[in-house]
């Protein structure tokens, strides 16, 4: 008489690696088309772009009133070193705590994402619009945005240290809406103000997101590992 056999054990329904590694893998390969289509300034993407910044530009010149709202947001509440601040205060208290890898992780995660930044921007060569009356004005090249992709980078990591630390419910909710509407709002008000093209905004956030997906997934994998 044989003994029954045991049931398989399910497997669990998230996987702190594998969920964002497929995550980071998909994204990146959406950024990689993305930006082999601006590169080689593919018409249907330029005739899009084009599109978009002229009828938000023609907004932002008849509606002073918004567009001055929008230059104090891009200036001081979405600015990229806004963001970085918002990073180093995270780093200094993880490293208060005595959680000096998570500390250093976000840290390095932050500077890596502004040297692709950087890099890509120096690659691509993108021009930014030029309008006859700017709004705004901006230096560098275009793409991908660096509003866009700092402050995806920077709420990425802050919600994952949040998720991290066993965050719910409504405080749980709020962040997450608090860094919808940052993510949001700091590439819209750059296409807005006319110093970026819609998908300079869009490469940004792509970017950035599939940074913040791949170093999570790279963390829990060397936990796992020192758990061994």
């Not at 502004?114 to 009356?133: C, I, M, N, Y």
């Amino acid at each position: 008489m044989s003994s029954p056999r045991p049931a398989p054990t399910a497997p669990p329904a998230h996987d702190p690696v594998t969920t964002p590694a497929r995550t980071g893998a998909a994204l990146a390969a959406v950024s990689v088309a993305l930006l082999v289509l601006v590169a080689v300034s593919w018409a249907p993407l330029l005739s899009f772009d084009r599109t978009v910044a002229d009828g938000l530009h023609s907004w932002a010149v008849n509606e002073p009133g918004p567009t001055r709202v929008n230059r104090v947001l891009t200036d001081w509440v979405w600015d990229p070193w806004t963001m970085r601040a918002l990073i180093a205060a995270a780093v200094v208290w993880l490293w208060c705590r005595g959680e000096r890898l998570p500390a250093l992780w976000v840290a390095v995660t932050s500077a890596v994402g502004t040297l692709v930044q950087q890099g890509l921007k120096s690659a691509v060569g993108r021009e930014r619009p030029h309008w006859p009356d700017p709004v705004d004005s901006a230096h560098f090249a275009a793409f991908p945005s660096g509003h866009a992709m700092t402050a995806m980078v920077t709420c990425g990591l802050l919600l994952w240290q949040l998720r991290r630390h066993g965050v719910e419910g409504r405080l749980w909710h709020w962040s997450v809406a608090a860094g919808v509407v940052s993510v949001a709002g700091a590439g819209l008000t750059r296409i807005w103000l006319g110093v970026h093209w819609p998908s300079d905004v869009l490469g940004g956030w792509l970017m950035g997101a599939c940074l913040v997906a791949l170093s999570a997934a790279a963390y829990e994998r060397v936990v796992l590992s020192r758990g061994r």
